[in-house]
């Protein structure tokens, strides 16, 4: 049975994982993804709201999103949310649906984002190596107060370590597959 502390590094890495993963969606890679437009906010009803919560986001080509307001008094606000966003992005409406076409990327702007995925990438192992400081910490906290004996702390540390390795591996297979999707042309 796993320890409660090597459950509990587990659990932490991975939300650190998680973390990392949902920034990367949020790279544009000069393909449409519907998740790209996660973190626009609309101005809707008098507040902020999620562009997900106005409509429908959709990528039906690889160059183009497509937005279905579920009130079409909702257009233009969705327009201004997409441009005030820092997505670079330039959309535009038939009256009924807005299209937000996705520029293909040039050789130096990728480059910019493969240095930023690697930023994200490494703030994650940092994330990652705090998580098992700390539980390795806790450890021999535990075993200086005579909870744990020392050969179960030091196997319970070398089994954190060996947690923190898999999930340093996983963030580096997330970073080696963004980078090609990146710099796929």
Not at 98 to 105: A, D, K, S
């Given at each position: 049975m796993e320890h409660a502390l090597a459950i509990e590094a587990k659990s932490k890495m991975q939300k650190a994982i998680d973390a990392f993963k949902h920034e990367l969606t949020l790279i544009r890679t000069g393909r449409a993804s519907a998740a790209l437009?996660?973190?626009?906010?609309?101005?809707?009803?008098?507040?902020?709201?999620?562009?997900?919560?106005?409509?429908?986001?959709?990528?039906?080509?690889?160059?183009?999103?497509?937005?279905?307001?579920?009130?079409?008094?909702?257009?233009?606000?969705?327009?201004?949310?997409?441009?005030?966003?820092?997505?670079?992005?330039?959309?535009?409406?038939?009256?009924?649906?807005?299209?937000?076409?996705?520029?293909?990327?040039?050789?130096?702007?990728?480059?910019?984002?493969?240095?930023?995925?690697?930023?994200?990438?490494?703030?994650?192992?940092?994330?990652i190596r705090t998580t098992r400081r700390h539980e390795v910490e806790v450890v021999k906290k535990a075993q200086k107060d005579g909870e744990v004996p020392e050969d179960d702390a030091h196997k319970l540390s070398a089994h954190i370590q060996k947690i923190t390795d898999e999930f340093c591996a996983k963030v580096d297979e997330a970073l080696r597959a963004k980078e090609a999707e990146v710099m796929e042309v």
């Open positions: 437009l996660d973190g626009v906010e609309v101005d809707a009803y008098g507040s902020k709201m999620r562009l997900n919560q106005v409509g429908t986001v959709t990528a039906p080509e690889a160059r183009l999103i497509v937005i279905t307001p579920w009130d079409k008094n909702l257009i233009h606000p969705i327009e201004k949310g997409i441009m005030t966003s820092g997505l670079d992005l330039v959309p535009s409406n038939d009256g009924q649906v807005v299209r937000v076409p996705i520029p293909q990327l040039n050789e130096e702007r990728r480059k910019e984002m493969v240095k930023l995925i690697g930023k994200l990438a490494e703030e994650a192992k940092v994330s």
